[in-house]
């Protein structure tokens, strides 16, 4: 019967192509639009962490106040201090930065220099282009040998071998550096654009530039099977009872890649909640057109009703008719909702992530519109009088 | 006495037209029996086919009682009463009634549908109806491929395909020509030779005294 009733539906459907098309389109549009919203929404928040996971999830870097610079609470021990105290810290890398001009001859560049400890590059998996990163004799020694980010490199040496070479680095006085690494390119993260940074040993930036002990900001590195956040909130418990909330900064890209999840999430589902309302209203249309449908199919359904169809049956065939003209509808409108996804994460280059539960979602409204808005023309074919049905012309 | 089949026993059926009530039917008794031809005749407007439509189960009586195959129609819901149509009364039409976008095999599929009939014997019952009214080459057209005669014989067998009690037919020949119609009438000349009870409505007189017997019917009562 209800293979019949499918049959029957688009029976009806082929005899009346474009009515059929123009009342779809409401559900198409509505589907659509909920199923574009909500990969788009998902679509963007990966983008979006994928982006922010480039600087490490799994890293936390903690910014010390300027008036806590020379309380002695943020040195170099501090470090260890914190990788001591809190679990599920695998390494505190102290670094200095500011930025300056680096100079190849005549050609120069302002980049961000840090100075860093040897196990930087490692710790962080940064990749060399050429040479490798400087060694920890380098540091303790405050040798002038430099790291360079891949546009510096590109900027002062085109085409060229890099190691080897000098640069020139300016603060104070302009002092020459031996480069001994260049960085692969890399894709720049929230915190840090590795592409125009250069790196020197840390000591060698102490003397040179701040000549004091103090340390300008930390990463931290989160050891495996750790949850980031859970240990950036107890370092933001541990460090509220040392210096207090304003004596530092703590700068987390799990926790920012969460908060961007839950904006955009809550404001895919607003705006998929407003695309549902033209669901709704694609529902009254399907509404209309089963009411003309019923109106017109009088007689047809005075001769089932006299070949014996009971009130149930005349209503099942309605109701099956709306639900297949919905479900229609759910399937071209998702797949006119990807093809847009598609079309607008492609030109905004981020990874396209089909949302499915967009798809069960927007089947589920759709048949809940047939159901609903099918109902009322169902039961209005199913009451009519057989007689007056047969004679209805 | 042989076995009765349609009982009317005190039959009215009123109508409301505004503040008059109009009697269809009043008082009507008739008694048919299994195998009989009958005719239900009468001018227009006298109530013969408010007497069949009661008859058909498509209307209940104002007042009385009918009895189908032995079964009391009183009280039943819509439900109960379409489920009589399809498995005791095939109807036939002056206007064929066909469902215009199906085909002739899935016209006379119909009622089987909704008496439940397994996919596969439903089609073996209606190609064999549809041999039985010599249309077994037309199956798989549609009504507006057939003529008058051929849309009529589709109908008789979708009226036939459940094997219903009754064959109660309305004005069967009226939108037919007479040597077609003389066809029709001649079908159901057989398939009441062959046992089936048989009621035709007209108001056409040379075409009721065909029939075994006649009703007569005027101002909603039956005419001695």
């Known amino acids: ?393 | 006495m042989a076995e009765s089949v349609i009982r009317l026993e005190d039959v009215s059926r009123y109508y409301m037209m505004g503040d008059f009530i109009v009697k269809a039917l009043d008082g009507v008794s008739i008694d048919i029996s299994r195998g009989e031809f009958t005719a239900i005749m009468g001018p227009s407007g006298s109530g013969k086919s408010t007497m069949m439509n009661l008859i058909g189960c498509l209307d209940t009586p104002t007042n009385g009682y009918i009895d189908i195959d032995g079964e009391n129609t009183a009280g039943l819901n819509e439900a109960e009463l379409a489920y009589i149509r399809n498995r005791k009364v095939g109807f036939v039409f002056q206007q064929f009634n066909l469902l215009g976008k199906l085909t002739a095999l899935d016209n006379v599929i119909t009622p089987l549908l909704y008496a439940g009939v397994p996919t596969r014997e439903r089609k073996q019952m209606a190609v064999h109806a549809l041999e039985r009214v010599g249309l077994a080459d037309r199956m798989d057209h549609r009504p507006n491929e057939l003529s008058g005669g051929q849309k009529q014989r589709v109908a008789i067998a979708r009226a036939l395909v459940n094997n219903p009690t009754i064959l109660l037919a309305d004005e069967p020949t009226g939108a037919l020509d007479t040597r077609t119609g003389g066809q029709i009438m001649e079908l159901f000349e057989e398939l009441n030779s062959e046992g089936r009870t048989v009621v035709l409505v007209t108001h056409d007189r040379d075409l009721g005294m065909r029939c075994h017997r006649q009703i007569h019917i005027r101002d909603g009562k039956v005419e001695a």
């Open chain 1, 1 to 393: 019967m209800l293979i019949e009733n499918i049959k029957l539906a688009f029976n009806a459907m082929r005899g009346s192509k474009m009515r059929t098309a123009l009342s779809l389109l409401g559900i198409v549009i509505g589907v659509a639009s909920v199923v574009a919203i909500l990969t788009i929404g998902d679509s963007a928040s990966k983008s979006i962490t994928e982006s922010i996971a480039i600087g490490g999830l799994d890293m936390v870097s903690i910014y010390p106040s300027s008036g806590q610079r020379n309380t002695g609470i943020f040195d170099e021990a501090f470090g260890d201090m914190l990788r001591n105290d809190i679990e599920g810290i695998q390494a505190v890398l102290p670094q200095n930065s500011s930025t300056a001009r680096v100079r190849n001859g005549k050609e120069s560049i302002n980049a961000s220099v840090a100075g860093v400890l040897s196990t930087y590059a490692s710790t962080l998996n940064l990749e060399f282009g050429e040479g490798e990163f400087f060694s920890s004799m380098d540091n303790i020694n405050r040798r002038q040998v430099i790291v360079l980010g891949s546009a510096i490199a590109e900027e002062l040496f085109p085409d060229q071998v890099v190691v080897g070479q000098y640069v020139s680095l300016f603060r104070s006085q302009a002092k020459s550096y031996l480069v001994v690494g260049v960085l692969e390119s890399k894709d720049p993260s929230i915190s840090l654009s590795y592409n125009n940074s250069v790196f020197i040993p840390y000591n060698t930036y102490s003397q040179r530039f701040i000549r004091t002990n103090g340390v300008g900001s930390y990463v931290v590195k989160i050891a495996e099977d750790y949850d980031t956040i859970e240990v950036s909130d107890a370092i933001t418990e541990y460090l509220d009872n040392i210096v207090g909330t304003d004596g530092y900064s703590i700068f987390s890209p799990a926790s920012l890649a969460e908060m961007a999840e839950q904006i955009t999430g809550t404001f895919s589902s607003f705006l998929a909640l407003i695309a549902a309302i033209s669901l709704l209203v694609g529902g009254i249309g399907i509404m209309n057109i089963m009411l003309v449908s019923v109106a017109e199919r009088t007689k047809e359904i005075g001769i089932r009703k006299a070949l014996g169809a009971s009130p149930n049956v005349i209503r099942g065939q309605f109701l099956v008719e709306a639900l297949t003209l919905t479900l229609l509808g759910g399937i071209l409108g998702i797949v006119l909702g990807s093809l847009l996804s598609y079309a607008v994460t492609n030109m905004l280059d981020w990874s396209l992530h089909l949302s499915y539960t967009s798809f069960i979602l927007a089947m589920g409204f759709s048949m809940f519109v047939g159901i609903f808005f099918g109902w009322y023309p169902a039961m209005k074919a199913s009451r009519l009088d057989p007689i007056e049905a047969l004679n209805y012309e």
